[in-house]
């Protein structure tokens, strides 16, 4: 029919026009995009090896092109759908038709279709086999007397027993129509986000706790901060709160606007006929019984979406900036997992992450076993040479971390260095199967110590092993989306893993599944070749690999990395594909490829464009020549630690000016929180995190940073920690005094244990979970 071969068109080729002018690019650039995706190119593998197709869009761009050619072919479905539905019913014109086709969201192409979309028995239905559609027609077109128009159609025998009921059907009639007008409806739906306002009061009988601030409170919807609104939503869910959508009272205007415009676009004058009244009327009633409820549960969904998106952009940057964090690279670690009655649980392993020893102490209450813990550490370091030690920051970490400074400043030759790290989803990870199938006779909580003694030595590759979720350092991440969010922080540690690369010969399974082309099914295969051959000398090797087709091969060879193999170029990022341009450079420069490999004097002197052709684009050639200068070079910054004031270890031991070094383990729309090594992560609320404006904290700090911070205010009950990065005193000193707790150490950031609090930095904060 005439709208398939519409649509077949739209995709074909307003659908590349429309992203491309969405993103600013140009259309050959999403064209070819789309292309490799569809070929089934991952986004990485298109960010670094097909820059020439893409035009060197980056993987961010990439990524919302992806996102918005998948809305894009959603709609265009439902589009397909809707033009089917309408023409069945015979009620396609041309204009109708010309409209579905322009729509470029789910919304206006959901406008368009309400009139026309099947519906449960309505008033208005009844009222239409009643026979009462010509009364609203006439009455619409201003005929006569409303009374005298509708005596002619009282019928007892389908139920119209009188004039006014008859007039009471008509304007059911009139009143979908209205609220079923697509440009009305819009209208409707703006003006009430433009005016409305989320206020929410306490249910009656219940307590407001942790909701306390918004026990009484309203806020304009399109001012209310993401964070705001989901602590709403999430009072309201849990039965605490009633929420609801309002007219603000400063824009009281609003609905007569809305009304007026119904009275435009039906035609509905101000003659004060009896005719004009009624219709003026139904209008009023179009308004308050439709088109307000309408708006007004559209404005929620459109405030939730956009809450949900931005709750979702801050778990997802947290977790980038936690998958990259600084490694402590191939050292020989001891982790412990702290605890008191049950005794401190380590964990040896080695450069490679091979677990050595394990072992329990008893430092603390009730057994105080003080020195046959000091004793046995010492005799751990000594054996394996240890040169961390890894405290996971919950429970006693503090009191433990100190008793491994206590060694280390007795045992100087021992030349420990000793550090606290998040535990933050170390249990999830004990428990998992994964965790089973790799220790199946270690105890739990000693798994635990592995944990944490591996997310030191690489937090990627060991943070990779659990779920996102469980990593703690987003926001409301139970209350959003739950597909949306797992598709972006799936997309998140995709690119983190490529970006970084992975050395075959070492890396897990669960860190091989994120390699570009890789499934876990491959991931599988590949360790169980490589402990079956042994380690891998060369990439050509991989296609040996059981399921390692020629297209997972091209995916994923140029992040697979065979370090110290056959072929110096195989512990790089250059793409195998790019190895005969090497060798072309190598011979132009009258060096092998080993000795080429780091020569920065001879890889500096070489023009791109001299070695570009048909299979290598400029683009290939820069970015191979900046690989041969630092092969396998890691993105991740230098390690460094932070360190903790001696004798500040628990919340009561903080007092006001206290200036204190910490590590950032989450960054909020509302502020930074930051470990100070208390148990009790405190909040650097926006308005402290500079002496200048921040509109984004994120443009000021990011999760894993070292700061240093002064202490504001401390609330020892309710447990918060109130901090100032400010450089002035006076300037801090008229801070917000209201914090919230988390927890997490130096290392790596995450979260720790959150409570439930009031404020708006806390309730928020704590909703996350």
Known sequence: MPAAKQSVSFVTFPLAQIIARDLGVREAQVESTITLIEEGATIPFIARYRKERTGGLDDTQLRKLAERYEYLTELQARRETILTSISDQGKLTPALERALLSAETKVELEDLYRPYKPKRRTKATIAREQGLEPLAEKLLAGAGNPERLAASFVDPAKEVISSAAALEGARDILIERMAETP????????????????????????????????????????KMPSHRALAMLRGEKEGILKVGVGIQSRKAETPREVITRICKEFGINASGSAGAKWLQETAEKAWSTKLAKSGASDSLARLKSRAEAEAIQVFSSNLRDLLLAAPAGKKTVMGIDPGIRTGCKIAVIDATGK??????????????????????????????????VGVGNGTAGRETDALVSDLAKSTPDLKLASLMVSEAGASVYSASQLAADEFPELDVSLRGAVSIARRLQDPLAELVKIEPKAIGVGQYQHDVDQSALTRSLGAVVEDCVNAVGVDVNTASAPLLTHVSGLNATLAGNIVAFRNE?????????????????????????????????????????????????????????????????GNTSVLSQINPADFADETFGVPTV????????????????????????????????????MQLEGVVTNVTAFG??????????????????????????????????????????????????????????????????????????????????????????????????
Do not use: C
């Open 672 to 769: 930074a929180f930051v470990d100070i090594g208390v148990h009790q992560d405190g909040l650097v609320h926006i308005s402290q995190l500079s002496d200048s404006f921040v509109e984004n904290p994120r443009d000021v700090v990011k999760a894993g940073d070292i700061v240093r911070v002064r202490v504001l205010d401390i609330d020892i009950d309710q447990k918060r920690i109130s901090l100032s990065m400010k450089s002035s005193t006076e300037a801090a000193r008229k801070a917000p005094s209201r914090p919230k707790e988390r927890t997490r150490n130096k290392v790596e950031p995450h979260a720790k244990k959150s409570r439930e609090a009031s404020s708006p930095f806390d309730v928020l904060n704590s909703l996350k979970r």
């Open 622 to 657: 820069r970015d191979v020549i900046a690989e041969l200068e630092k092969p396998g070079r890691d993105p991740r910054p230098d390690f460094q630690t932070a360190t903790f004031k001696d004798g500040v270890n628990e919340i009561k031991d903080l007092s006001q000016g």
């Open 533 to 597: 051959n042994g380690p891998f000398k060369t990439r050509k090797q991989l296609k040996k690999v059981p399921r390692m087709g020629a297209k997972s091969f091209e995916q994923s060879a140029g992040f697979l990395r065979i370090v110290g193999g056959t072929d110096p170029l195989d512990g790089s990022a250059v793409h195998p594909e790019s190895y005969p341009l090497v060798e072309r450079i190598a011979k132009a420069t009258g060096n092998s490829i080993k000795s080429l490999i």
């Open 183 to 222: 440009n009305l409806a819009r209208h409707a739906r703006e003006s009430v986000w433009k005016a409305g306002e989320l206020s929410s009061r306490l249910v009656k009988g219940k307590e407001a706790d942790k909701f306390r601030d918004y026990a009484d409170f309203a806020e304009p919807l399109e």
């Open 355 to 388: 677990l050595l020893e394990t072992a329990t102490i008893y430092p603390h209450a009730p057994r105080n076993d003080r020195e046959g813990a000091l004793k046995t550490l010492r005799e751990l370091a000594a054996r394996h040479r240890v040169d961390l």
